[in-house]
């Protein structure tokens, strides 16, 4: 079974940082295409980083500069280094691993952590 489990969510203060960490079991993260997804009420869920196999990253626009994603691949573990903290960074974040097979395209999910950034 694949399980991806999120942590480091917290209350923070703005302009403080923050590290999640996804840690993966059942799937090798370094083989396919991650990424990170927050969701905050109300609103629809954003991809805000992404990581390929090859170690290319992309980010949403609103957190380009502040956040950097990584991958650990010795630990089979991503990263979600927040800097800078905003407000509207208040979400719950998901880690993904996209999996394309023969037949379809699996997204699996973690269970989510909670970002909270009070101005």
């Known amino acids: 079974q694949v399980q991806l489990v999120e942590s480091g969510g917290r209350l923070v203060q703005a302009g403080g940082s923050l590290r999640l960490s996804c840690a993966a079991s059942?799937?090798?993260?370094?083989?396919?295409?991650m990424g990170w997804y927050r969701q905050a009420p109300g609103k629809q869920r954003e991809l805000v980083a992404g990581?390929?196999?090859?170690?290319?990253?992309n980010y949403a626009d609103s957190v380009k500069g502040r956040f950097t994603i990584s991958r650990d691949d010795a630990k089979n573990t991503v990263y979600l280094q927040m800097d800078s903290l905003k407000p509207e960074d208040t979400a719950v974040y998901y880690c993904?691993?996209?999996?394309?097979?023969?037949?379809?395209?699996?997204?699996?999910w973690g269970q989510g952590t909670q970002v909270t950034v009070s101005s």
């Open positions: 993904n691993c996209n999996v394309q097979g023969p037949l379809s395209r699996t997204y699996y």
């Open positions: 990581i390929i196999s090859d170690g290319t990253t």
């Open positions: 059942g799937i090798i993260l370094s083989a396919n295409r």
